[in-house]
């Protein structure tokens, strides 16, 4: 039974493909869907939503930014954490940068519709390596679009752009990346990175605290945030999500470990004294 959740990872995709090719060949060729299609869809929207848990203990981590973060997105409240279990994302965390001066943090604003991904407090914060590895998948060239958390970009988003990200493949979902290989079949992704901020290299290995990229807003981003999660390939085709948990943070001055609760806002420091460069 502990298995299974890895085998449907790994025919998620497969799945999909087919499907689209039973869907394509009736639209196109006249061919009928019988019970065939049917079978197909089924098992596509079951894979994709609803089974695929991996059930184990939690691999534990540094929380991969410093500074006050609010947790989006989270495990802590619902597994999987994005509503799919697509692209390893069964416990994946979206971390959004935000001082305590700002006030409460909003996810959908009347105005503007869109902003500059400048505009945001986190967009060029540190991403560090939350644990030792190495870099085996990285992506540093596709631009931080602008914002999309007001009503007409969540629309525009919902009905034109993840639809063109998903034809496009799971780069295009990710945005800017890097993936390390912590070792014992573990991963770790860190995604919608900042436009040529990735500082490492495919084989490069990394020491947990080591600021490996900045916080960015490409990809399937509705505003600057770091998407990060732990799964058991490199490749997130064929990834299932794995738990994690955070050996270190603070709540309200309380210091704790584990995963931040949804809109929870959280103090994260280093993961070593040489974490943190110099004027942050």
């Known amino acids: 039974r502990e298995r299974i959740p890895i085998y449907i990872a790994r025919i998620r995709v497969p799945l999909l493909w087919a499907f ?45 930014v410093t500074g006050r973060w609010i947790a989006v997105n989270t495990p802590a409240d619902r597994v999987p954490s994005h509503g799919l279990h697509a692209y390893g994302q069964t416990y994946a965390i979206d971390l959004v940068h935000h001082p305590a001066e700002d006030g409460d943090w909003k996810a959908v604003h009347r105005w503007p519709p869109a902003r ?17 590895g ?27 752009e993840m639809t063109l990200r998903e034809l496009l493949g799971p780069r295009f979902v990710l945005g800017n990346h890097v993936v390390i290989d912590m070792g014992d079949g573990v991963y770790a992704a860190y995604a919608h990175l900042r436009r040529g901020s990735v500082r490492v290299k495919k084989g490069q290995r990394v020491a947990a605290g080591e600021q490996i990229a900045e916080c960015g ?64």
């Open 134 to 160: 190495v870099v085996v998948r990285r992506m540093d060239w596709l631009r931080d679009h602008w914002s999309r958390n007001s009503w007409p970009g969540l629309l525009y988003v919902l009905v034109v």
């Open 116 to 132: 500059r991904p400048e505009a945001f407090r986190g967009f060029g914060r540190p991403v560090y390596a939350a644990a030792d």
């Open 217 to 280: 807003n490409s990809g399937n981003s509705s505003e600057p945030h770091l998407h990060f999660q732990l799964m058991d390939h490199r490749n997130v085709l064929f990834a299932a999500g794995l738990p994690f948990t955070f050996d270190r943070y603070e709540v309200d001055g309380m210091v704790r470990a584990g995963v931040p609760a949804g809109r929870q806002a959280f103090t994260a420091g280093p993961a070593s004294p040489a974490a943190v460069p110099p004027g942050h």
């Open 20 to 64: 689209l090719a039973v869907f394509l060949a009736g639209l196109f060729a006249d061919v009928p869907w019988g019970w065939t299609g049917f079978v197909l869809l089924a098992a596509v929207l079951v894979s994709y939503f609803l089974v695929g848990t991996v059930r184990r203990k939690a691999v534990e981590v540094a929380p991969p």
